[in-house]
Antibody, heavy 118, light 110 residues
Framework: EMQLVQSGGGLVQSGGSLRLSCVASGFTFSDYWMAWVRQTPEKGLEFVTNIKEDASYKSYVDSVKGRFTVSRDNAKNSLYLQMNNLRVEDTAVYYC???????????WGQGTMVTVSS | DVVMTQTPLSLPVTLGQPASISCRSSRSVVYSDGNTYLYWFHQRPGQSPRRLIYKVSNRDSGVPDRFSGSGSDTDFTLRISRVEAEDIGIYYCLQGANWPTFGQGTKVEI
């Protein structure tokens, strides 16, 4: 069974940092782009960042550029999101997702809540 | 960015009856390779989104055949031929031909 299991998240003050992790199983992790998508009641679902199979390409939504860094360790079947200088507006449920191409997110993690307080 | 507009945002349904959701994009979601990267997702309360339909009209494995997708260019529709209780939740469209953008979601409730 294809699965993404997330960890990390929690409550942090504005300006703080958090690291999210996502471990894949049931498929060849190194064959796929991966992405992080976040969800809030106000804005709905929002693409945050993605990373190519070999980490040679990454893209970020403008609102997180310079603050968030996506990375992966194919030997550990793991995806990461380092979030620095967090803002209240980063409060959301964060999902990791497998991207088989063109944002066709076909496998999702269980989600992890990130709450940034002022 | 391409704006995806879903209608309606709330859809009361009757079990056993059909239902449909519209998704319109602010510009074409046909990519230069000729494919239309338009997807539909379903999210039940407290769960992660699940992809139902890819490239407009292709059902994912395990998705009941009461779900169908159609449309082209900027105008797309998800149809449920006979609503079942497990179909409640929020449905989202997503385009991947450009910077990925989701629709606002349509809440389907009995």
């Amino acid at each position: 069974e294809m699965q993404l299991v997330q960890s990390g998240g929690g409550l942090v003050q504005s300006g703080g940092s958090l690291r999210l992790s996502c471990v894949a199983s049931g498929f060849t992790f190194s064959d796929y782009w991966m992405a992080w998508v976040r969800q809030t009641p106000e804005k709905g679902l929002e693409f945050v960042t993605n990373i190519k199979e070999d980490a040679s390409y990454k893209s970020y939504v403008d609102s997180v550029k310079g603050r968030f860094t996506v990375s992966r360790d194919n030997a550990k079947n793991s995806l990461y999101l380092q979030m620095n200088n967090l803002r209240v507006e980063d409060t959301a449920v964060y999902y990791c997702a497998r991207d088989p191409g063109f944002a066709g997110y076909d496998v999702w993690g269980q989600g992890t809540m990130v709450t940034v307080s002022s | 960015d391409v704006v995806m507009t879903q209608t309606p945002l709330s859809l009361p349904v009757t079990l056993g009856q059909p239902a449909s959701i519209s998704c319109r994009s602010s510009r074409s979601v046909v990519y230069s390779d000729g494919n239309t990267y338009l997807y539909w997702f379903h999210q039940r309360p407290g769960q992660s989104p699940r992809r139902l339909i890819y490239k407009v009209s292709n059902r994912d494995s395990g998705v009941p055949d009461r779900f169908s997708g159609s449309g082209s260019d900027t105008d797309f529709t998800l149809r449920i031929s006979r609503v079942e209780a497990e179909d409640i939740g929020i449905y989202y469209c997503l385009q991947g031909a450009n910077w990925p953008t989701f629709g606002q979601g349509t809440k389907v409730e009995i």
